[in-house]
């Protein structure tokens, strides 16, 4: 161990010159056995007379032209298949230069046999090229590692794990972890008949029916999943096998984060939900993807949230000519427009960025914006999304996504902008809560502009029409995996700590969808609107929370402790529906929707107020939000949004705590300057 550090820790010149003192030696050593094995003895051999001129010549020869071609170049402990290649490459050459000295030197003071160079090049390979695999082994720290052979020099207290592919990913992973050694291979797993059993890199290949003889005879806990060019659907085959195993699945990550360089092979990380859902991605259409941003100013709101951030990252790989990223949250607009920064560094092209502070509640500051970057698209994703937060914060419910989406969208129609997307939610269909009732008419608002050629605009001179020359969609869709305020990481984080998971129902089911997957489709649907539409995004078939979570913690490697299983790790629990929560969600309010040009975008045909009586309405909604007066809020909600049916009391948290306040006592005094 000492040794070895010492020589790791030597600089690269003196590790070279001990490269080259070694190879001059084995050099000599090939040519004295080539003489050898072609003689049978020892006599004959005159390595300091008679053939001296040729010990002398061929490392001479060799020396040069190993560094020439590069094998002194190669970091030991790294040496892989490419440093193999060039080591025989530059002994063949020097096997041959060598055999052209013996052919011109036609009267060397002993004999040499002809033959004697084939001899010297494949003891040269031997000699060379077993050397610095040796040395490789060594300065990995796994000299005892040769496979299955002497499994008790094995045990060093590392996590034991099995790696699920045994192609290139799985043996680029197995290499991985052994130069990190923060983890122990012990197996591969794989599907392919023609190499179970067999040994791949040192590590036996197992098929999945034996997982229960592989932890046994390696004593594994842990799975990887190497197969980073399955399909969700086989993704979801094999985490259903091994489910029942009481083994950590885990896997590596796919080779669109490796190209894109967000992630590292060696790169390990819990198991994707999505791959538990098993829906593989539509290949997206180039020209939806490209028809509102390739050269054009767009522009998101709301850009440092979950949603706003992923198209943020989509429309900039389009190459807008400007991306402007507004948000009023000021860390997240600083990570997100930190992130493509970064990237833009790493290109040629000139897409322009410019994140903006901003709120949509300030109408006069989004039009300053949108005119003078003279806007051609806006991808709307701003809104407060948190059922149980808006529920009881009515008040800036109803600003942000009612008033604030109008302001958005009326800013678009005075500076003349293209085209105009909402993001809206599924919560909106048939609404029990504030958020969902308040995202629908949004919605609505969106639809009454569109058909609406010269609206007089809400809070404004009722005189005065302006001529609209925007195109408005909307785009609804479900949950989307690894938003903030998703259940996936509240339940990861229960497991990590030992539970329990909770669940709020044990029929409650939602439907799901990977973020980039949803950020790509809102883009293609937006390209598809003609003015007025609403798109439903294909979601798939909805997800039984409850199973969620069981899968979760089998795929962590603990058992569900329950009636059934009280002996189990982790349990799950049932805390109730929380305000405003519904047992399922739906995505049409109706059943009149027709299917679009691509295969996962819906259009729903729903009804909605002219725009008229809407601005009355809107005019009615904010008077009593700013009165206090949330029983009213209810009753115009109820009566503008098609279905919605409040479950519980409406009030606002601040409003009940002031009113409680003056009930019982005289309202504090403001001091004075």
Same mark, same amino acid.
């Given at each position: 161990?000492?040794?070895?550090?010492?020589?790791?820790?030597?600089?690269?010149?003196?590790?070279?010159?001990?490269?080259?003192?070694?190879?001059?030696?084995? #050099?000599?050593?090939?040519?004295?056995?080539?003489?050898?094995?072609? !003689?049978?003895?020892? *006599?004959?051999?005159?390595? !300091?007379?008679?053939? =001296?001129?040729?010990?002398?010549?061929?490392?001479?020869?060799?020396?040069?032209?190993?560094?020439? /071609?590069?094998?002194?170049?190669?970091?030991?402990?790294?040496?892989?298949?490419?440093?193999?290649?060039?080591?025989?490459?530059?002994?063949?050459?020097?096997?041959?230069?060598?055999?052209?000295?013996?052919?011109?030197?036609?009267?060397?003071?002993?004999?040499?046999?002809?033959?004697?160079?084939?001899?010297?090049?494949?003891?040269?390979?031997?000699?060379?090229?077993?050397?610095?695999?040796?040395?490789?082994?060594?300065?990995?720290?796994?000299?005892?590692? #040769?496979?299955?052979?002497?499994?008790?020099?094995?045990?060093?207290?590392?996590?034991? #794990?099995?790696?699920?592919?045994?192609?290139?990913?799985?043996?680029?992973?197995? =290499?991985?972890?052994?130069?990190?050694?923060?983890?122990?291979?012990?197996?591969?797993?794989?599907?392919?008949?023609?190499?179970?059993?067999?040994? /791949?890199?040192?590590?036996?290949?197992?098929?999945?029916?034996?997982?229960?003889?592989?932890?046994?005879?390696?004593?594994?806990?842990?799975?990887?999943?190497a197969i980073p060019s399955a399909s969700r659907a086989r993704r979801r085959e094999i985490l259903a096998a091994l489910e029942h195993y009481p083994l950590h699945i885990r896997s590596v990550p796919g080779f669109m984060d490796l190209?894109? +360089?967000?992630?590292?092979?060696?790169?390990?990380?819990?198991?994707?939900?999505?791959?538990?859902?098993?829906?593989?991605?539509?290949?997206?259409?180039?020209?939806?993807?490209?028809?509102?941003?390739?050269?054009?100013?767009?522009?998101?709101?709301?850009?440092?949230?979950?949603?706003?951030?992923?198209?943020?990252?989509?429309?900039?790989? !389009?190459?807008?000519?400007?991306?402007?990223?507004?948000?009023?949250?000021?860390?997240?607009?600083?990570?997100?427009? &930190?992130?493509?920064?970064?990237?833009?560094?790493?290109?040629?092209?000139?897409?322009?960025?410019?994140?903006?502070?901003?709120?949509?509640?300030?109408?006069?500051?989004?039009?300053?914006?949108?005119?003078?970057?003279?806007?051609?698209?806006?991808?709307?994703?701003?809104?407060?999304?948190?059922?149980?937060?808006?529920?009881? @914060?009515?008040?800036?419910?109803?600003?942000?996504?009612?008033?604030?989406?109008?302001?958005?969208?009326?800013?678009?129609?005075?500076?003349?902008?293209?085209?105009?997307?909402?993001?809206?939610?599924?919560?909106?269909?048939?609404?029990?809560?504030?958020?969902?009732?308040?995202?629908?008419?949004?919605?609505?608002?969106?639809?009454?502009?569109?058909?609406?050629?010269?609206?007089?605009?809400?809070?404004?001179?009722?005189?005065?029409?302006?001529?609209?020359?925007?195109?408005?969609?909307?785009?609804?869709?479900? @949950?989307?995996?690894?938003?903030?305020?998703?259940?996936?990481?509240?339940?990861?984080?229960?497991?990590?700590?030992? +539970?329990?998971?909770?669940?709020?129902?044990?029929?409650?089911?939602?439907?799901?969808?990977?973020?980039?997957?949803?950020?790509?489709?809102?883009?293609?649907?937006?390209?598809?609107?003609?003015?007025?539409?609403?798109?439903?995004?294909?979601?798939?078939?909805?997800?039984?929370?409850? *199973?969620?979570?069981?899968?979760?913690?089998?795929?962590?490697?603990?058992?569900?402790?329950?009636?059934?299983?009280?002996?189990?790790?982790? =349990?799950?629990?049932?805390?109730?529906?929380?305000?405003?929560?519904?047992?399922?969600?739906?995505?049409?309010? +109706?059943?009149?929707?027709?299917?679009?040009?691509?295969?996962? /975008?819906?259009?729903?045909?729903?009804?909605?107020?002219?725009? *008229?009586?809407?601005?009355?309405?809107?005019?009615?909604?904010?008077?009593?939000?700013?009165?206090?007066?949330?029983?009213?809020?209810?009753? /115009?909600?109820?009566?503008?949004?098609?279905?919605?049916?409040?479950?519980?009391?409406?009030?606002?948290?601040?409003?009940? &705590?002031?009113?409680?306040?003056?009930?019982?006592?005289?309202?504090? *005094?403001?001091?004075?300057?």
């Amino acid at each position: 161990m000492i040794l070895r550090d010492r020589l790791l820790g030597l600089p690269r010149r003196y590790k070279r010159l001990l490269q080259v003192a070694a190879d001059i030696v084995l #050099v000599w050593m090939a040519l004295w056995l080539a003489f050898v094995v072609r !003689l049978g003895e020892l *006599e004959g051999i005159e390595p !300091l007379s008679g053939h =001296a001129w040729l010990f002398g010549l061929a490392p001479v020869l060799a020396i040069p032209l190993f560094i020439r /071609i590069g094998m002194y170049r190669a970091v030991m402990r790294y040496l892989g298949n490419d440093a193999l290649i060039t080591i025989v490459k530059a002994v063949t050459l020097s096997s041959l230069l060598l055999a052209l000295a013996m052919y011109w030197y036609r009267d060397p003071p002993a004999i040499v046999p002809r033959s004697l160079v084939f001899n010297y090049w494949w003891l040269s390979l031997v000699l060379l090229g077993g050397l610095r695999l040796v040395l490789r082994q060594y300065v990995l720290g796994d000299w005892y590692n #040769v496979g299955m052979a002497i499994p008790f020099m094995r045990d060093d207290g590392l996590p034991r #794990v099995a790696i699920y592919g045994a192609g290139a990913a799985g043996n680029q992973l197995a =290499a991985a972890l052994r130069m990190g050694r923060a983890m122990r291979p012990v197996a591969f797993i794989d599907d392919d008949d023609s190499i179970a059993n067999r040994v /791949i890199a040192g590590l036996k290949v197992y098929k999945p029916r034996h997982i229960d003889r592989m932890i046994d005879e390696t004593g594994a806990t842990e799975i990887l999943l190497a197969i980073p060019s399955a399909s969700r659907a086989r993704r979801r085959e094999i985490l259903a096998a091994l489910e029942h195993y009481p083994l950590h699945i885990r896997s590596v990550p796919g080779f669109m984060d490796l190209a894109r +360089g967000r992630v590292r092979v060696e790169d390990i990380q819990e198991v994707d939900v999505a791959d538990l859902l098993g829906r593989d991605i539509v290949e997206p259409r180039a020209d939806l993807l490209e028809r509102c941003i390739r050269g054009q100013v767009v522009m998101v709101t709301g850009a440092g949230g979950s949603i706003g951030s992923e198209l943020s990252r989509q429309v900039f790989d !389009l190459a807008p000519s400007t991306l402007i990223l507004l948000d009023h949250n000021e860390y997240g607009l600083y990570s997100i427009h &930190r992130e493509l920064e970064q990237r833009l560094e790493g290109t040629l092209g000139r897409t322009e960025l410019v994140p903006l502070l901003g709120s949509i509640r300030h109408p006069e500051r989004l039009l300053e914006i949108m005119l003078t970057w003279r806007v051609d698209t806006v991808y709307h994703a701003a809104a407060y999304k948190h059922v149980p937060m808006v529920e009881h @914060n009515i008040e800036e419910g109803v600003l942000n996504n009612v008033i604030g989406t109008v302001n958005a969208a009326q800013a678009a129609i005075q500076a003349g902008v293209s085209s105009f997307v909402l993001i809206s939610t599924d919560k909106a269909v048939r609404p029990t809560n504030v958020m969902g009732s308040t995202k629908r008419l949004a919605e609505m608002a969106l639809q009454a502009l569109s058909a609406e050629p010269a609206p007089v605009l809400f809070a404004a001179d009722e005189s005065l029409h302006v001529v609209s020359r925007t195109r408005f969609t909307m785009v609804r869709f479900g @949950n989307v995996l690894g938003s903030s305020g998703s259940v996936i990481p509240l339940f990861r984080e229960q497991i990590r700590s030992g +539970g329990p998971v909770t669940v709020t129902h044990p029929n409650i089911t939602r439907y799901f969808m990977t973020i980039p997957e949803a950020a790509q489709l809102v883009l293609q649907a937006g390209a598809l609107g003609k003015g007025g539409e609403v798109f439903v995004l294909d979601m798939g078939q909805p997800v039984l929370i409850a *199973e969620l979570a069981e899968k979760m913690i089998h795929l962590s490697g603990f058992s569900v402790r329950s009636e059934t299983n009280p002996r189990g790790e982790i =349990a799950i629990e049932y805390t109730g529906l929380r305000p405003g929560e519904k047992l399922y969600e739906e995505l049409l309010i +109706g059943d009149n929707v027709t299917p679009t040009e691509h295969p996962m /975008i819906l259009c729903a045909n729903e009804g909605y107020l002219a725009w *008229e009586r809407l601005r009355v309405v809107l005019d009615q909604l904010v008077r009593a939000v700013r009165g206090g007066e949330f029983d009213r809020v209810r009753l /115009i909600l109820q009566s503008t949004v098609d279905g919605y049916r409040p479950e519980q009391e409406c009030f606002d948290w601040t409003y009940r &705590r002031r009113n409680v306040s003056l009930a019982g006592r005289s309202a504090p *005094e403001i001091p004075q300057a």
